[in-house]
């Protein structure tokens, strides 16, 4: 095929797929049109994230929310290729569908289904809903996308879309093994310490997967260059060698972020996990086997670069509640999803008027879901208002922070709450930055601003 021939074709595709697009639906050929949509800001991080990851060449909204992406290819994309972007799509854990052409074959993929792992992708693919002929595809647009909207597809394919298999899911039983598995280890957690640990854990994967420290650097040894923080736990061969290298992981981090997330990450703290307890995260973090009959879905699935800050927040709001569960359920704390936070934001500005200026409070913020929400499109607002400062990272930091500091206020009784809000914040700030320059910008000044106050 021949790139005019394929440059025609891509071309007829998207429009077939925005005239296809049900009433009151919207297809967006480019990111153009994507930022030019203010209803779609509380999605324009990622959607431009996964534009760029993937490589998308449109994006199907259905009531406001990213459904569909559809990403069209020159060359062709093997069985593998495609379990690695369906793979990438699953951990963003937000549009349900996406669809892979390249110039023989259209291949549908669930968002909530679990990735094949790199053993058997070659044999299967998990996740692949159905595989078409470019033709085919072409006379299905208008039924596909119709049925996306109605929820017939996602009826007519049940075993390929389940909630149960959504990242957030598969993340937070993961997270609830751990739990259990370093509080009865002999070690001196409690559950509550557990929950403060384990956020700082997930941290410092963000920080790794994203390329914004390597561990080699923070611990002073050139060996552990490019290790993830289970390759090198795995490497060290004493309970005591891992505890003094998050001791010391903990402590460099505390000093570069500044940040409310590291503030009592002292050596006594770390000394309380025990040799079982740190095998378990090593194992953890490895993919590992934890205990007799509980099977871990393979770390490597999960890539913290792509995972959404606000999938973070709210599975943390669902963990947190192991802490003291029945006055959580007595005080009406409950576990608040992605878009039931979305929607009741947008219910609080529905009356159209600048977000920029207003100052929001949260009296029971839990992890931080709300506060996110709203820094996210605070920060997309600023973005919008402000394109020539995008680059620019010192002005942009600033600006964000000065968000963090004086427009969003949270009020927790629960102090591991407050502290996940921290963090989730936190790794909002960070998400809005790309790795080279927000590196450059730590190291000369970039300290996050204390958040927690008691």
């Known amino acids: 095929m021949n790139t005019q021939t394929t440059t025609l074709s891509k071309k007829a595709l998207l429009e077939r797929h925005g005239k296809s697009a049900p009433a009151g639906r919207m297809f967006y050929s480019s990111l153009t049109d994507v930022r030019a949509d203010q209803g779609l800001r509380p999605y324009l991080h990622v959607i431009t994230r996964a534009w760029d990851a993937l490589k998308l060449d449109g994006v199907l909204c259905v009531n406001g929310l990213p459904t569909l992406y559809l990403t069209i290819r020159r060359e062709r994309i093997s069985p593998t290729k495609g379990a690695n972007l369906q793979c990438l799509f699953w951990n963003q854990g937000v549009a349900t569908v996406l669809v892979v052409v390249d110039p023989e074959t259209v291949r549908i993929y669930s968002g909530m289904a679990k990735p094949a792992s790199p053993v058997t992708a070659f044999t299967r693919e998990a996740a692949l809903v159905e595989t078409l002929s470019r033709a085919d595809y072409a006379i299905r647009v208008e039924s596909l996308l119709s049925q996306l909207a109605t929820g017939r597809y996602y009826r007519e394919h049940t075993t390929k879309f389940s909630s149960a298999q959504t990242v957030d899911a598969y993340l937070l039983?993961?997270?609830?093994?751990?739990?259990?598995?370093?509080?009865?280890?002999?070690?001196?957690?409690?559950?509550?310490?557990?929950?403060?640990?384990?956020?700082?854990?997930?941290?410092?994967?963000?920080?790794?997967?994203?390329?914004?420290?390597?561990?080699?650097?923070?611990?002073?040894?050139?060996?552990?260059?490019?290790?993830?923080?289970?390759?090198?736990?795995?490497?060290?061969?004493?309970?005591?060698?891992?505890?003094?290298?998050?001791?010391?992981?903990?402590?460099?981090?505390?000093?570069?972020?500044?940040?409310?997330?590291?503030?009592?990450?002292?050596?006594?703290?770390?000394?309380?996990?025990?040799?079982?307890?740190?095998?378990?995260?090593?194992?953890?973090?490895?993919?590992?086997?934890?205990?007799?009959?509980?099977?871990?879905?393979?770390?490597?699935?999960?890539?913290?670069?792509?995972?959404?800050?606000?999938?973070?927040?709210?599975?943390?709001?669902?963990?947190?509640?192991?802490?003291?569960?029945?006055?959580?359920?007595?005080?009406?704390?409950?576990?608040?999803?992605?878009?039931?936070?979305?929607?009741?934001?947008?219910?609080?500005?529905?009356?159209?008027?600048?977000?920029?200026?207003?100052?929001?409070?949260?009296?029971?913020?839990?992890?931080?879901?709300?506060?996110?929400?709203?820094?996210?499109?605070?920060?997309?607002?600023?973005?919008?208002?402000?394109?020539?400062f995008a680059n620019d990272y010192d002005r942009k930091a600033e600006a964000l922070k000065a968000i963090l500091r004086d427009q969003i206020c949270g009020i927790d009784k629960n102090i591991t709450a407050c502290q996940i809000t921290c963090f989730s914040l936190y790794l909002a700030f960070l998400d809005c930055f790309d790795p080279p320059g927000l590196k450059r910008y730590i190291r000369q000044s970039g300290k996050l601003p204390s958040l927690l106050k008691r």
């Open 173 to 388: 039983n993961n997270l609830q093994v751990l739990r259990e598995k370093l509080v009865d280890s002999k070690s001196q957690l409690t559950v509550e310490s557990a929950h403060t640990f384990l956020a700082r854990i997930l941290f410092v994967c963000y920080l790794t997967d994203r390329g914004i420290i390597d561990l080699g650097e923070y611990l002073g040894n050139p060996v552990y260059h490019g290790f993830s923080l289970g390759n090198l736990l795995e490497g060290l061969r004493t309970a005591v060698d891992k505890q003094r290298a998050l001791h010391t992981l903990f402590s460099k981090l505390k000093d570069d972020f500044n940040g409310s997330m590291f503030e009592a990450a002292t050596l006594t703290e770390c000394r309380q996990l025990s040799a079982a307890a740190l095998q378990n995260l090593t194992d953890f973090l490895l993919g590992h086997e934890l205990g007799s009959g509980q099977h871990m879905l393979d770390f490597w699935a999960y890539d913290f670069r792509f995972i959404s800050v606000e999938t973070i927040s709210a599975i943390y709001e669902d963990f947190l509640k192991r802490e003291d569960e029945t006055e959580k359920r007595a005080a009406g704390a409950f576990y608040t999803p992605r878009f039931l936070a979305e929607t009741v934001v947008d219910l609080a500005l529905k009356d159209g008027d600048s977000i920029e200026n207003k100052r929001f409070l949260d009296p029971s913020c839990g992890s931080g879901i709300f506060l996110v929400t709203l820094f996210n499109r605070l920060a997309a607002a600023w973005a919008t208002r402000h394109p020539k």
